[in-house]
């Protein structure tokens, strides 16, 4: 079945990086578009990212463009983001979300989300 | 950018009928996918492309888009039902997903 596993997030300053990973399993990782959505405590769902399912193509969010960049690894069935000038308006709970197909697919599996504090 | 627009909370009694919407700018013209979220756990795909369920998706939950609203309706509802339900399109002018706000549902 598809399973999905984020990690790398923790407690981190303002002003610094951080990178999360999403390791995927269950389904053919090359042939699905996927997603980061991201939560901040208590409000609703942001979606902050897409890659291609080749990695050709890219989609941010306004408010993470210029900061925040998605990559794949096919060979480790792995999705990153790589967030840098981090803010606390970042802090949330980051899924990852597999989209079926083309970048308007519904997302339709997702990870059970991992935790990015920013905070001094 | 696009907006999406939910009410921020719905009550219905067990056994009734709860109808969540979703207003957008021509939505109708967009494919509207919905979500439900527990509380303490990851959303969940329920309905997509305005109509169709996914496997698993009870035959309660059911969908429509037309005009500038999308609705979800959730007939016979039941306690486990309670949760937030968001929307959700590609705005393709922009290349961005957009989220509506989401509804919290309470069975009274």
């Known amino acids: 079945q598809v399973h999905l596993v984020e990690s790398g997030g923790g407690v981190v300053q303002p002003g610094r990086s951080l990178s999360l990973s999403c390791g995927a399993s269950g389904f053919t990782f090359g042939r699905y578009s996927m997603h980061w959505v991201r939560q901040p405590p208590g409000k609703g769902l942001e979606w902050v990212a897409v890659i291609s399912h080749d990695g050709s193509e890219t989609y941010y969010a306004d408010s993470v463009r210029g900061r925040f960049t998605v990559s794949r690894d096919t060979s480790t069935t792995t999705f990153y983001v790589q967030m840098n000038s981090l803010r606390p308006d970042d802090t949330a709970v980051y899924y990852c979300?597999?989209?079926?197909?083309?970048?308007?697919?519904?997302?339709?599996?997702w990870g059970q989300g991992t935790l990015v504090a920013v905070s001094s | 950018s696009y907006v999406l627009t939910q009410p921020p909370s719905v009550s219905v009694a067990p056994g009734q009928t709860a109808r969540i919407t979703c207003g957008g700018n021509d939505i109708g013209l967009k494919s509207v996918h919905w979500f439900q979220q527990r509380p303490g756990q990851a959303p969940v795909l329920v309905v997509y492309?305005?109509?169709d369920r996914p496997s698993g998706t009870p035959e309660r939950f059911s969908g429509s888009n037309s005009g500038n609203t999308a609705t979800l309706t959730i007939s016979r509802v039941e306690a486990g039902d309670e949760a937030d339900y968001y929307c959700?399109?590609?705005?393709?002018?922009?290349?961005?997903?957009?989220f509506g706000n989401g509804t919290e549902v309470t069975v009274l």
């Open positions: 959700q399109v590609w705005d393709s002018s922009t290349e961005q997903f957009v």
């Open positions: 492309d305005d109509t």
């Open positions: 979300a597999r989209g079926n197909g083309m970048f308007s697919r519904p997302l339709d599996y």
